[in-house]
Each structure stands twice: as structure tokens, then as C-alpha cells.
């Protein structure tokens, strides 16, 4: 079975600060799919970015970009130039290549301080 | 704008009573999902749907069932609902996450059980 780990309960940081929430996960397949969710206040699930693991080039979305470590199962989310709408739970997933179902890590929650 | 619509936001229901939590979806999606969502526990998969008619487990099931009886709708039932299923339920669908689409949730249900 595949696991997500997510070791930072909580974090916060300065607007316009950068801020790397971290991401590790267990799997003995070689073909999978990364992502990062957010989940603002009003609950809503927002895919921020995703990663095949094929690809080494990491994923980057305007102000988010990933540093992903295929060797060390490592998928960290950066997040550039800190706005108080990134405040929010972030969670990390993992889906298996052919097969829809998303496992999540136990989520990030992070507060932008204005 | 693609929808993922979840009946209730909140709802109160009292031990034992059985529970029927509706989601639909208008995208035409084939895979629908059932989460739920715990502090520090992250999201968890309870059942899933690739096709009308068709389910299978979850990683938690127990104390669960589920319904699709047309493409659009999956229904999760808490055959008699006890008051460690108080949580954030979340409904997913997807056309297929490993075909380089996304899935897509709706905006939860907080059930409270006493």
C-alpha cells in the first residue's frame, strides 16, 4: 500500500516570504502522479500542481513550483512570494498510474501573516 | 464551470438514525469518490465508483455503503450513524486522474452525529 507523509503539522510565515512545505511518500511502483491540494476556509479543494513521476522536470504553476526527488520519494511544494489567499490546509497526494484513486498525506496547515 | 455539488453543508443527526449523504456531479464523470476528512488524519477513501452500478471499498468502509444508480449521482448512506462518523465528508469525480485530468470536490459536508 502506498503511504504519504506530511511532518509539518503547521507552519507560518511573512507575506512575501517564501515558504517549502514538505512531502514524502512509500511506494514500490515506478509509474505514479504527485500532487499538492489547497484547502482554503471555505473548504473548497484547489488543485495547486501536479507531477508525473516520469517526467524529471520539475512542475512549476506561476508562483508554485514543486522540488521533486524521485530517488529519496521526496515531493516538496514552494511557495514564492507569499499572498494572504495562500493561507490554507495543503495537502499532498499520490495516485498510481491507471488507477483513479488519490491517497493524501495528513495535511499542512499554513497561515500567511500579513 | 465544472460542478461537484454536495446536498448538505451541515447536518445533525442523532445515533443510530440512518443517513444518506447526496452528491452530484455535471461534468459526466465515470469515477466518483467518498472521503472523509479528520484533523491530523488527513483524507481518507471510504468507497469509490468507476461506473454506474459499480463500487468498491475503501481503505475505511465499515459502518458504510454506498449508491450509484445513475452517472451523475453518488450517494454515501450511514446504515445507523454513531458518533465516531462525525467528520467532513467530501465527494470527488474525475474523468481519469492518471489521464492527466483532475478530480474535482465538492465543498463537504460537516455531519455531527449525537
Known amino acids: 500500500a502506498q503511504t504519504v507523509t506530511q511532518s509539518q503539522p503547521e507552519m507560518s510565515v511573512q507575506e512575501a516570504e517564501t515558504v517549502t512545505l514538505s512531502c514524502t511518500y512509500d511506494?514500490?511502483?515506478?509509474?505514479?502522479?504527485l500532487f499538492w491540494y489547497k484547502q482554503p476556509p471555505s473548504r473548497q479543494m484547489i488543485l495547486v500542481i501536479r507531477?508525473?513521476?516520469?517526467?524529471?522536470q520539475n512542475a512549476t504553476e506561476n508562483r508554485f513550483s514543486v522540488n521533486f526527488q524521485k530517488a529519496a520519494k521526496s515531493f516538496s511544494l514552494k511557495i514564492s512570494d507569499s499572498q494572504l489567499g495562500d493561507t490554507a490546509m495543503y495537502f499532498c497526494?499520490?495516485?498510481?498510474?491507471?488507477?483513479?484513486?488519490?491517497?493524501f498525506g495528513t495535511g499542512t496547515r499554513l497561515t500567511i501573516i500579513p | 464551470d465544472v460542478k461537484v455539488t454536495q446536498s448538505s453543508r451541515y447536518l445533525v443527526k442523532r445515533t443510530g438514525e440512518k443517513v444518506f449523504l447526496e452528491c452530484v456531479q455535471d461534468m459526466d464523470h465515470e469515477n466518483m469518490f467518498w472521503y472523509r476528512q479528520d484533523p491530523g488524519l488527513g483524507l481518507r477513501l471510504i468507497y469509490f465508483?468507476?461506473?454506474?452500478?459499480?463500487?468498491e471499498k475503501g481503505d475505511i468502509p465499515e459502518g458504510y455503503s454506498v449508491s450509484r444508480e445513475k452517472k451523475e449521482r453518488f450517494s454515501l448512506i450511514l446504515e445507523s450513524a454513531s458518533t465516531n462518523q462525525t467528520s467532513m465528508y467530501l465527494c470527488a469525480s474525475s474523468s481519469g486522474v492518471s489521464r492527466n485530468t483532475e478530480a474535482f470536490f465538492g465543498q463537504g459536508t460537516r455531519l455531527t452525529v449525537v
Open positions: 511506494t514500490s511502483e515506478n509509474n505514479y502522479y
Open positions: 465508483s468507476y461506473d454506474v452500478k459499480m463500487k
Open positions: 497526494a499520490f495516485c498510481l498510474f491507471g488507477n483513479e484513486k488519490l491517497t
Open positions: 507531477q508525473e513521476a516520469y517526467k524529471q
